[in-house]
């Protein structure tokens, strides 16, 4: 107990991680509670939407998963122009990400065109691939946005002023469900889109966040010495930021292609496996999104630590950080395990009874193996993100494509396609890859290679080259 105490108190501790971080925290609970509400009004309108959404938000993350990560890294890089003691960069990066934003949002829109023929391939039966498609389609072209607020929020999110990445969050969050209320069913006049009208409520409410922090950007009193008068596109800043960016980007968006082509096996074992796997993956979102809220501020301290050279302090930071996550963790796997009918519930209430009686047998089932492999991946999302605020990332991406094949898609692909076998099976793979990615992060974190990098420019070479 008197090592937890000590833990807790002073630099780098968990006291000044849950400050920086449950902000962040909650933001991503926000977020969440967006992704909640929005599946159960399309549990309300159909088995097929909420099936077809899903495998669609899956499959589209996984571009909008690389665009806002990489976006994203430009928070590390205002964290450690913060401890270098270098503000007036700050601005710099800031556009660049948000220039970033404007490439991503010409290649969603281009690529919003293959939506078609992508969930035509896929096979899955037409009532879910029209939701699929028309889904898919209208999120690609609304990724400026998505990319852009998240390119504004690292001003904040870098110098540790996350209480106003929260309160810009969840005003976004409101919007959106207010949004979705309006547009699924249409009340107050407005047409009743269903699928079509989830998709437009999300990308109206990233617009208006992403325009708040422009307008609070603007109103800044530190913009001047921040260099937020320098709009200039600077190639060598822009190419640094992708170059370090780009690979904290994939790793997220690589996983969720994994799995994204998991929910495409599961959809050919037939419509409850693929709804009650979508319900399962929705709650375990609950959990992990606000999850990698704490990862974000870990990375965040880590960045900022290491800009003021106390290597020493980073690394309390991540151990900080794995406390916090554990604990919390095994308070949300008890409710996986003890509470199902509990969590299942607002699904049911719009539902057709006699359908969902199946689904959620299976989505019982498959909580609990949720509340196992959840351990390990607290370790997986700080692990990552002490390793990513230092530099290090090109190794968790190289991890997570490598694991993911070979423990988790190969498997499912051979007992479940060729062998036929259930979605038991199935899931048995994702929990054994969560498990063994978990691990090698944590070895990788211990080897402490990560502490002598540096993100930001530098008249000399970093430390520690990582391969």
Known sequence: MKRLSGLWRGEAGGREVLDLGLPLILSMMSVTLQHFVD??????????????????????YVLTGLFNGTAEYATPF???????????????????????????????????????????????????????????RILLRGTFPVVLMVAFSTYFAGRGRTKIVLGVTMAATLLNVGLDWLLIFGKFGAPALGTVGAAYATNVSQAIGALIYLVLILGAKDRIAHGFLDFRFQPALFFRLLKLGVPSGLQPSLEILAFTLFLFVIGNIGVEPLAATSIAFNLNGMVFLPAIGLGYGVSTLVARYLGMRRPDLADRAVKS???????????????????????????????????????????????????????????NVVCAGGLKGAGDTRFPVTATVVISWVAMLLPTWWFCVRGHQSVFVAWVFVTLYVVILGVVLFVRYRKGAWKGLRIIESDAPPAVELA
């Open 78 to 136: 205002v964290s450690q122009y913060v401890g270098a003691k270098r503000e007036d960069r700050i601005g710099a990066v800031v556009y660049q990400a948000a220039y970033f934003a404007a490439l991503a949002g010409l290649l969603g829109f281009a690529l919003s065109y293959l939506a078609a023929p992508l969930f035509n391939a896929v096979g899955h039966a037409p009532s879910m691939r029209e939701h699929e498609i028309a889904y898919s």
């Open 321 to 379: 950080g794995l406390v916090i996550a554990e604990m919390y963790m095994i308070v949300c796997s008890s409710a996986y395990v003890l509470m199902p009918g509990w969590l299942l519930a607002p699904y049911a209430v719009g539902a057709d009874p006699a359908t969902f009686a199946e689904v959620s047998r299976i989505t019982t089932i498959l909580l609990r193996f949720v509340a196992f492999y959840s351990i390990f991946d607290m370790v």
């Open 39 to 60: 599946r159960i009004f399309l549990t309300w309108w159909s088995t097929e939407a909420v099936a077809g959404v899903t495998t669609a938000g899956f499959a589209i």
